[in-house]
């Protein structure tokens, strides 16, 4: 019983030097390094048109995330303790170690004293301290090569304070845009831009506006960001345009295209007269002798 007590108490105390113990103190050291911080203060949506009113079949506009942000600039001064971590493996084989350099240390110190520091005292306390480190088995060896770094006081000292602007575009957002009664939606590229389209050759994209402002809203929160107005020209212009492509598309002939082509190009929508004429003469090869005899 009282080996197999020994053993247990052997055991116990062995996994203890190996599981405990402190870190072998190198030095202190002393970094001096800036540090921001950057704190929103304000989020806003922008939505600005690349005009002040529409005058084209398309009317581009932007959508821009803003943050007011407030930055402030810190010099940190932080103390740390370089160490070497305790692993208790390693006492295996530096108690040895230590034993077998405590009769050399206390020779090199004896060695010392009667050389009058011929034989110098630093090598002499050097091998002490390893000797007494190794012997400890509560302590490693010193070693750079394998350190640690422990806080152990911060200190933070504020040089300035200011307030920047961030602006990001709000890409894939989708924007609603009501014109009277007349409701369709648009989604805003990777730069945050959206096309509204006015007018098209596409009876599935054209628009039939008879209202004097387009109002702009972000789907997501249903908040109306902008309203653009729209000039009595103008919406005269889209109504003229309108009703001759649907002339058009109600009885479609070469002599037809080409009246309306003439007619969308004199109320400046040259883009829409193109798309018309380049999809109508693909869809209708035949039209195309009559088409060009009429402009000529």
Not at 185 to 198: C, F, H, P, Y
Request: net charge negative; glycine share 4%.
């Amino acid at each position: 019983m009282k080996l197999g007590h020994l053993i247990t108490s052997g055991t116990a105390a062995a996994v203890l030097v190996f599981f405990s113990g402190c870190a072998n103190h190198l030095e202190d050291i002393t970094k001096e390094i800036p540090e921001n911080t950057r704190e929103v203060m304000a989020r806003q949506y922008i939505l600005t048109p690349e005009k002040n009113t529409p005058d084209s079949s398309i009317f581009k506009v932007t959508l821009e995330q803003i943050e007011n942000i407030r930055v402030t600039t810190y010099q940190v001064r932080k103390i740390s303790a370089i160490c070497t971590p305790y692993e208790g493996w390693r006492e295996s084989y530096e108690f040895l170690a230590g034993v077998g350099l405590f009769p050399i240390a206390v020779f090199s110190n004896v060695f010392s004293v009667f050389t009058f520091g011929i034989f110098p005292f630093s090598w002499s306390s050097e091998l002490t301290k390893y000797a007494f480190d190794g012997m400890n088995p509560f302590m490693n060896f010193e070693s750079y090569s394998r350190t640690q770094e422990i806080p152990l006081n911060v200190e933070r000292t504020q040089i300035d304070s200011y307030t920047e602007n961030k602006r990001n575009p709000l890409k894939n957002e989708m924007l609603v845009i009501r014109a009277g009664d007349d409701v369709w939606r648009v989604k805003t590229n990777q730069r945050g831009e959206a096309d509204i389209v006015l007018l098209s050759a596409d009876p599935e994209t054209s628009q039939r506006i008879d209202s004097r402002y387009l109002d702009i809203y972000l789907e997501k929160d249903n908040k109306k960001y902008k309203t653009v107005p729209i000039s009595r020209r103008f919406l005269s212009r889209l109504t003229q345009a309108n009703e001759t492509i649907l002339r058009y598309r109600a009885a479609p002939s070469a002599k037809g295209l080409a009246e309306c082509v003439k007619k969308l190009e004199s109320l400046s929508f040259e883009d829409v007269a193109l798309q018309l004429e380049e999809r109508e003469l693909k869809a209708h090869p035949d039209f195309r002798r009559e088409f060009e005899q009429a402009f000529e």
